[in-house]
């Protein structure tokens, strides 16, 4: 281990640490403390890694939270727990994203590349929530790694498939690499290899396919909901996600990384590098393979795999600049490195100021599936369990309300009763589910109205978005 590499795991360790305060100035998020709550039932044994999936749900970040849970249970918020650990995925990829463009290119342009990395916004927002793309890329880079450690022997292919299986056991989207990492070993090795790496690459998918038949089997669904939907419709689909990468990209990327790709790009015309044209190779690839699988339910996160092929590209971007060795180019790497610095601080310490894309900052800050108001919330109930002890307050049978309460905001959930299966709006037999009284609260979130019929008087609202409120309701007797 080389004297910068130390250091740079100092470093990392230290971007991690400083942050840790920060996590939590973002709202939870619906799929959060979804994710958070499986956790918790796998640990409690009341569901089974069997039942994730016969249920579509991929098992391998509901297996590391649990894990955790073990460890810090009724000891730090869990939602602080699970967002240090993604970030800390986050982290990790940049060091192994070090690795890889060390082996590839130099120990300079890998330090670029890890600075790139984290000047990307999308790699400071997404990467530090409870989600499954952090441990998906992180599974992916060790993958990618022992690709590139291919021996006479195979030992590194046997690992390389297992990570990979890791990756697409924690979300499918790790597919869209998949090209990149098949490719890649024709690229790093001399042609006279080419007979025995088709057999390692053979190897790969022998591998791949036989730690495989969960995944698939939890993905049946899948098909169904994203890709079997008409050709028509598929087109649209494609059609739209493809238009909508081209507007998140210059927000989560910056049109400076983009003007400075597009130099690297003729570098590697006039080089005929083979790995230059390999990343952006992968870099394309990865957006019509998203844009082809994301259908209709296609979001900005899914870009986050993108960030590994972009800073490796970023970094020999900024490595050619500086190595001219002129005041004026090295001037400029500093400008833009500074510049971007400054644009990336809002998004590290999560100030309100770091500008989201209109989905993002919908989906987080606006939707029903935000929490937005949980705290305000969390703290009513707080106070009126206080001040009366036979509060019964019912809630709407979701993550956000069933989970988060209790565990994220301290509501004794001795008190709350979950109205299993009813998230709010029209339901003929709610009156059937409830006992009235002055001691008796309902909370309502996804769709916060009432039964027409059904009589009860707001207590309080919490704002989100355009038409979208916490709804704080108390059901006196009629």
């Not at 958070?36 to 297996?63: E, N």
Request: glycine residues 6%; charged residues 15%; aromatic residues 16%.
């Amino acid at each position: 281990m080389s004297k910068s590499e130390k250091w740079l795991i100092v470093v990392l360790f230290f971007i991690w640490l400083v942050r840790l305060p920060f996590l939590n100035e973002i709202p939870i998020f619906g799929d959060e403390a979804n994710h958070l709550m499986l956790a918790d039932q796998l640990l409690s044994g009341s569901v089974t890694i069997k039942d994730f999936v016969y249920g579509g749900i991929f098992p391998g970040l509901i297996i590391a939270l649990s894990s955790l849970r073990s460890v810090f249970t009724n000891h730090v918020n869990p939602l602080f727990i699970g967002r240090a650990f993604s970030f800390g995925c986050t982290v990790a990829t940049a060091y192994w994203l070090f690795k890889i463009a060390q082996k590839l290119f130099n120990e300079k342009t890998a330090l670029f590349s890890v600075v790139a990395y984290f000047l990307f916004p999308i790699t400071l927002f997404h990467g530090q929530l409870v989600m499954l793309e952090p441990l998906m890329t992180l599974f992916l880079v060790l993958s990618l790694y022992f690709c590139l450690k291919l021996s006479a022997d195979l030992r590194e292919l046997v690992i390389a498939g297992i990570f990979l299986y890791l990756a697409t056991a924690t979300k499918l989207l790790a597919i869209v690499s998949l090209p990149a990492l098949l490719v890649l070993p024709f690229i790093i090795y001399p042609k006279q290899m080419v007979k025995s790496l088709l057999l390692m690459v053979a190897m790969f998918l022998v591998v791949f396919v036989v730690l495989y038949p969960l995944v698939f089997q939890s993905s049946s669904h899948f098909l169904t909901d994203y890709l079997l939907v008409g050709t028509e419709t598929f087109l649209v689909n494609l059609k739209l996600n493809l238009w909508r990468n081209c507007l998140w990209i210059p927000t989560y990327y910056s049109w400076l990384i983009i003007f400075l790709l597009s130099g690297v790009f003729v570098i590697g015309l006039k080089e005929k590098s083979l790995k230059i044209f390999w990343l952006f190779g992968w870099t394309g690839t990865v957006i019509l393979l998203e844009s082809i699988v994301g259908g209709r339910f296609f979001y900005p996160r899914h870009l986050f795999p993108l960030s590994v092929p972009l800073a490796l590209l970023t970094g020999i971007g900024f490595w050619k600049l500086w190595k001219l060795k002129t005041f004026p180019a090295r001037i400029v790497v500093t400008i833009t490195l500074v510049f971007l610095g400054f644009k990336a601080m809002p998004y590290y310490l999560n100030r309100p100021d770091a500008k989201l894309v209109a989905e993002d900052k919908h989906q987080f800050y606006e939707d029903w599936i935000s929490g937005v108001g949980l705290k305000d919330l969390g703290d009513d109930l707080k106070f009126l369990i206080q001040n009366n002890k036979k509060a019964r307050i019912y809630i709407g049978d979701e993550a956000l309300l069933v989970w988060a309460l209790p565990n994220v905001f301290g509501v004794n959930s001795s008190h709350l009763i979950t109205l299993n299966g009813y998230f709010g709006g029209p339901k003929s037999d709610l009156e059937k589910q409830v006992t009235r009284g002055v001691n008796s609260y309902l909370v309502l979130n996804r769709e916060p109205y009432l039964p027409r019929d059904f009589k009860a008087r707001m207590v309080r609202t919490y704002p989100k978005g355009p038409n979208r409120s916490i709804v704080l309701w108390q059901l006196e007797i009629r």
